[in-house]
């Protein structure tokens, strides 16, 4: 497996939400509430400023973009106009936190608390018309979500349970069924997560320095070090969804640990890992 190498100068607080679409790798830094786009041809970076955290830039399906800014899901149009679709709490200390779209479009987004303390978190549905459906509360720290449509599956990490949990999809491809899939040997806890085309399921370990990989059974078959100790998300991207890209974190870092830990909170990718899947926007 090739190395990790970093790709820009970007240095997040807290990377996050990598994701390919339009020829770019978009990614977010939450808690600098900035959101970043990557040209890997050039090495350009464009970046904007959000007015609250940021965690989540998607496609939409007609063209602008979807984003989950605070606890607001909202909708940007391509000239720039803006609008909340819909506001998934109404508490001031919670967030939105990771998300995706699953294989009909509809958008599944987490909440946490901000401090990322205690058990009130929901991972919710988002439907194209704005109708929100809680599929799971009691959440702690929600994060990676995927879809595998040919097993009929969602992939799904709550962080604070250090396991990788997959629900089945029934016939209308909604999740029905949560079970155990896979568990993280601690000190690292799981984070975000994508799937590949084989099936496999590549997981961020974060306070592990690396992102695993999966079967589709839940045996661990690859590691995939990262010179970053907070690693929080995988995706693939380039023009043949080939590369690894991969976010990391330098959050509550003293000067010792920054000094150890020089590359923290940048963008890395992985030349030729494995071949993922185009991602699917959001119908809304």
């Known amino acids: ?3 990790a190498v970093p790709v820009t100068d970007v240095q997040a607080v807290l990377g996050e939400g990598p994701r390919w679409f339009g020829g770019r790798l978009h990614w977010v830094d939450i808690v600098g509430r900035r959101h970043h786009a990557l040209l890997p041809s050039t090495g350009e970076v464009s970046s904007e400023s959000l007015p609250d955290t940021v965690s989540l830039v998607l496609p939409r399906a007609g063209g602008g973009l979807v984003l989950a800014v605070g606890s607001a899901i909202v909708l940007r149009d391509d000239d720039g106009s803006e609008r909340t679709l819909a506001r998934l709490s109404d508490d001031p200390e919670h ?17 946490m608390r901000r401090d990322g303390q ?3 978190g929901r991972l919710c549905r988002i439907d194209p018309d704005g109708a929100v459906t809680v599929v799971a509360d009691g959440v702690g720290i929600s994060n990676g ?20 949990d997959v629900w089945d999809l029934d016939d209308d491809g909604l999740p029905n069924d949560r079970r155990w899939f896979a568990d993280i040997d601690g000190p690292a806890v799981p984070d975000g997560l994508v799937l590949d ?13 690396a992102v695993a ?10 590691t995939v070090p990262v010179p970053a100790g907070q690693v929080t998300a995988p995706m693939f991207g380039g023009d043949d969804l ?23 909170g940048r963008l890395f990718v992985v030349a030729g890992a494995g071949r993922g ?8």
């Open 118 to 120: 205690g058990r009130e």
């Open 213 to 222: 990989r999966f079967d589709d059974a839940g045996n661990r078959i690859d």
């Open 95 to 111: 967030r939105c936190n990771d998300g995706t779209c699953d294989p009909q479009g509809r958008l599944y987004v987490g909440t």
């Open 277 to 284: 899947v185009p991602l699917t926007p959001f119908a809304g």
């Open 242 to 264: 080939t590369d690894l890209y991969i976010t990391t974190a330098r959050e509550d870092f003293d000067d010792e640990r920054a000094e150890q830990e020089p590359l923290a």
């Open 197 to 209: 085309a084989g099936g496999a399921v590549w997981v961020a370990l974060h306070e592990g320095g």
């Open 1 to 3: 497996m090739p190395s």
């Open 145 to 164: 979500i995927a879809f595998d449509a040919g097993r009929r599956r969602m992939y799904y990490v709550d962080t604070v349970t250090g396991s990788v």
